[in-house]
């Protein structure tokens, strides 16, 4: 794949310089660090805003609610900001302009796109990384100090959460000429995904299982019906075939 490396570093500059970078680890940040703090106060919220008297039977909160509450926050919020990140990935700049200028020089089709997918799966696991360890040490500081193990690998679950819907984006990109169209198909895949898993046992083979199947990573332990090897190679599919697709449909398309 020719200019595959200089074209990766443009990428990342290009996502530092438009701030894309930066607001993507802060809003992870946040999100973790509020997963602690909120489970931490949630019981004194609730009594404060009961009535005078009323017992809520509240149980004391601990790790499985932060972790809990981190793995949906970050699934959930950081899907919708995935699919903001790569809508643009390829349909901006075609609609720019841009990409026949790039391609002009001796770079592959492959490599461009490529270059632009990986940029985007290190922007999601940089920002995980970032988000996951804010939580962890805020529950270490409220709770008690979590295992990092299991909690390394709830996060590279969680990573493979989030790319799952931004490689669908980002094949859209491929197919559409607006960056709109891209977030259509991702977000319209993320709705199907959420609607077909909302039955009592969803089926493993639904790639918004990760979420259950990271949280009892992080946990070590998993709920009834979870089975971590099939979500994650579905997941793992859908990234593959969403990038080989893009690279099938991008390869004859005229710039």
């Known amino acids: 794949m020719r200019g ?33 703090v909120i489970t931490r106060y949630l019981p004194e919220l609730d009594r404060l805003l009961a009535r005078p008297g009323e017992d809520l039977g509240l149980e004391p909160t601990g790790i499985p609610d932060v972790v809990d509450f981190l793995v949906r926050n970050l699934v959930d919020f950081g899907g919708i900001a995935a699919i903001l990140l790569a809508m643009g990935a390829v349909a901006g700049e075609r609609s720019r302009g841009t990409t026949a200028l790039v391609l002009a020089r001796p770079v592959s089709r492959s490599a461009y796109l490529l270059a632009k997918l990986v940029a985007i799966a290190m922007t999601v696991g940089f920002a995980t990384v970032l988000g996951v360890l804010g939580a962890w040490l805020w529950s270490m500081l409220f709770f008690e100090l979590p295992p ?16 799952v819907p ?4 980002f094949l859209g990109s491929t197919v559409f000429d607006s960056p709109l169209g891209a977030a259509g198909l991702g977000l319209g895949a993320q709705v199907l995904f959420v609607l077909a898993s909302a039955t009592p046992t969803p089926s493993p083979l639904l790639p918004t299982q990760l979420a259950a199947v990271a949280r009892g990573a992080a946990l070590e332990g998993f709920d009834p019906g979870v089975e971590p090897p099939v979500t994650i190679a579905v997941a793992a599919g859908i990234v593959a075939v969403s990038l080989g697709i893009a690279w099938l449909r991008f390869r004859r398309r005229d710039l």
């Open 148 to 163: 990092v193990l299991p909690w390394a690998q709830m996060a590279v679950l969680v990573w493979l959460a989030v790319l």
């Open 166 to 169: 931004a490689s669908i984006t």
């Open 4 to 36: 595959y490396r200089e074209l990766l570093e443009k990428e990342v500059v290009e996502l530092w310089r438009t701030y894309r970078l930066g607001l993507f680890c802060v809003l992870f940040i946040v999100l973790g660090i509020a997963s602690a």
